[in-house]
């Protein structure tokens, strides 16, 4: 049967997701959409036929037909809407960050440990896109060896006015967190943060742009470059050195031009349209797992981990110096 969507959160990412499940994905629709601000609701839920809109993500989740919840509120609202889906035994697809702390994530794991079986997939959808896939299942091959480095670079145009230096950590690199874990298959188990003096292009005391350092229990090193007032574009690049060779993705070479004495392509100006086909496989995988009664994609253990490695980050970026990262023992359920 096809799957129905309550979808939590319509701003920038619920009302593209939206249009997502409506559009692109097969075997789902939106059936219900929830937002603070009911005019926000209103208007999504009219695209789509038969789909009420509410005010209260609890009333959206009790509407009819409702099998599976897709989360796209901000971060510190994820927490209640999760535990409320767990009530109801739902599904959930659940935008990244799980949830804002280490404290709260944990809480989502131990509430989803006592249902007994997964019920959450996190929203890191770079595992979705093409070329991280490939860079992974290059890894995983062992032809380079062991991965002894990771360079990462995470580029944005400009910040949006409400983005604090802390939120270059965990609402940036926070999708770091996930691929260093991801791509090599270590967990993280320090953080450093430097500090470059700040561009004169970003906001007043924003501290943009950092560098950071994550430390592996594997023994590898996984550096960030995070700059959100770049001014010329989204870049997203990943460089994995090891002991055989090395591996890089995010260049952007898809289409080169030749013109009046100079060679060059485009830059894409946001995620929508960098990770466009990995979002769009992120929901139509979840679609299908849940359908088969699966769930499969990063799970709680993930979004927790992420958020553990995140605050010992602020907290480095705050205090200066190397902070280690405090992981709870990890549930069998995880794996
Ligand atoms: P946004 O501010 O554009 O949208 C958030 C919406 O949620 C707003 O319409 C707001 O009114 C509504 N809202 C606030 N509190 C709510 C609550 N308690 N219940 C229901 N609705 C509520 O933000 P956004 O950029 O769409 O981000 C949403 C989520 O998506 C965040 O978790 C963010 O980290 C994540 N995100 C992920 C990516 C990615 O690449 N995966 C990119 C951007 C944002």
Redesign the pocket.
Known sequence: ATLGVAV???????ADHVRRLHEVTSGARVVAV????AE?AKAVAARVDGCSAHTD?AAALAAADVDAVLI????P?HEATLLAAFERDLPVLC???LTPDAASALRVLEAELRLGHRRVQV?F?RRYDPEYAKLRALLTTGQLGRPLMLHNRHRNVASPPFFTSSMLIS?SVAHEADVTRWLLGHEITAVTVLRPAPSANAPDGLRDPQFVVFETDGGALSDVEIFVNCGFGYQVQAEVVCERGTARIGDGHALVTNMAGRWGGTIAQD?TER?ETAYDRQIQTWVDATRRGEVTGPSAWDGYAAAAVCEAGVRALEDGGRVEVELAEKPALYG
Do not use: H, Q, Y
């Open positions: 939590i959160g319509t701003g920038r990412m619920g929830a937002d603070v601000d926000r993500p796209a509120s901000p971060g609202a935008e990244k960050p929203g959808m609402d995620w990770f």
